[in-house]
Structures are given as C-alpha cells and as structure tokens.
C-alpha cells in the first residue's frame, strides 16, 4: 500500500476506531463484559464489523488502560478493576456512563476535596494576572448563563474555571488534574445531574475564589473552594437513589 492510501485509511479509521473503543470500554467498565472473560481480535471485528486493524488498535488502547491483559497463548483477558488506570478520563467517562455511577461520583468528589482546596491555596501566590481574568470571565459567563446550569453554555464556564485554577497553582501535577474535572463536571451535565438552575451560594463562592486568588487571600480561596467540592458533593448524595449501592461487576461476554 503506498503512503497516501494508508494515511487515507488511517484517517478513516481513527472515528471509527473510537466509537468502538467507546462501546467495548463502556462495556467492560460497566460489568457487562465481567473480569476474566476471553475475547478476541477476531470476535471484536466481528461484533462490530470492523477491519481487524481497528480491533487491535482498540485492544491496544484498553491495555494500555489496564482493562485487558494481553498474552500469546492465553488472548485477551478482561482484567479485575484493580488493575485499571482509574484516573484516565476515558474510563471515567465509561464509567459515569454506567450503573456504578453514583460510587464513582462519590470517590471523585473525595478526590477533588484534596486536590482542589490546594490548588486554590496555590493559586492566591501562583495565579498570574492573565489566570485571575481567565477565572472572573469564568464566574461571570457562569452567572449569566446561570438560568441554564444543565446546559453546555454553563458547562464550558464550570470548566474554564476549574481548569485555570488547577493551571494557577503552579504545580503541574496538580494541573494534570483537569481532564478529570472536566469529565466530572460533564458527567453530571450529559446524566441530568445538574439542576436547571445553579444554587445561588456555588456562584457566590465561585466569584469568593476568583477574589481571593487575586487578592492574594491563600485562606479564603481554600475554604471557599473546599465548600464548593462539599457541595457538590452533597447535591450528587441527594439525587442518589434511595437503597443505591454499587452494583457489582456480574457475568458477562462479548
């Protein structure tokens, strides 16, 4: 095949390519296809009438993901969730997606209240004057489409906001930290978890946290932004169905 067939191809494949990562991985991060089932190249390009290139690439990328084991004699091996890189977005995108959503919510929240209130801190010595615009832009495009808060407009300001703090730390290892914010934050918008309107105290404590961090206040940005994260938090708790648990991992196939 000469060069430009095979960009061609590749090309063509990627879209491809990524709906059936998204279907496999949901699958597999949902139970319906349980730990330690056997599956194939040959089986994914089957179910899902794709070229057995797109099935590897995908097998690739769920091993990479700690999803599957992949060995010579045995196959592919659907791995325990203990072995799944559990902060990639893409699995906690599958993983919102599914029936262990309320759990996941729960551990992300528990997460964000140790990374965020820092980052906040950070921030109000870090944030550069481009960061502390970036951040009240963000609070006011949050609270002019605050009548709309389960709509994307709202949710592109949520990121924003989030996202630059993270980045106004200054420690890029807490900035990694946004991509997964971000899936948090777009879970709830995609799963109607937000409210139609936004509570009227996260907005407040939103634009309390731009201050601050252009204030300098280290305090008050911390706290301000810890009650944010127990907010959310509770609001997810709230719409949690009464008796939820989380639904384990059952029998399943490809």
Not at 194 to 204: F, V, Y
């Amino acid at each position: 095949m000469c060069d430009t067939e095979a960009m061609v191809e590749s090309a063509e494949s990627l879209p491809l390519h990524e709906s059936v990562l998204d279907r496999l991985g949901s699958d597999i991060a949902s139970g319906a296809i349980a730990p330690g089932a056997r599956i194939s190249s040959d089986e994914i390009a089957t179910r899902f009438e794709v070229s057995r290139t797109v099935a590897r690439e995908v097998v690739r990328v769920l091993e990479s993901l700690g999803m599957v084991g992949v060995r010579r004699r045995a196959g592919i091996t659907v791995l325990d969730p203990a072995h799944w890189n559990a902060l990639d977005p893409k699995l906690i995108r599958w993983q919102l997606a599914g029936p262990n959503r309320f759990p996941q919510l729960a551990w992300l929240a528990e997460l964000r209240s140790g990374i965020e209130p820092l980052a906040a801190r950070l921030a109000a010595a870090n944030a550069t004057p481009d960061q502390c615009a970036t951040l009240t832009a963000a609070v006011m495009g949050m609270s002019a489409t605050a009548r709309a808060a389960n709509t994307a407009a709202y949710l592109e300001h949520d990121v924003t906001f989030h996202a630059t703090l993270l980045a106004a730390s200054g420690n890029p290892l807490l900035a990694v930290f946004a991509p997964i914010v971000r899936e948090v934050l777009t879970g709830r918008t995609e799963h109607e978890l937000m409210p139609a309107q936004a509570n009227p105290r996260a907005l407040q404590l939103h634009a309390a946290i731009a201050a601050a961090i252009q204030g300098g206040d280290a305090a008050a940005a911390e706290a301000a932004m810890r009650e944010i994260v127990a907010e959310s938090a509770t609001a997810i708790a709230c719409l949690q169905p009464s008796g939820h648990d989380q639904v384990p991992l059952g029998p399943g196939t490809l």
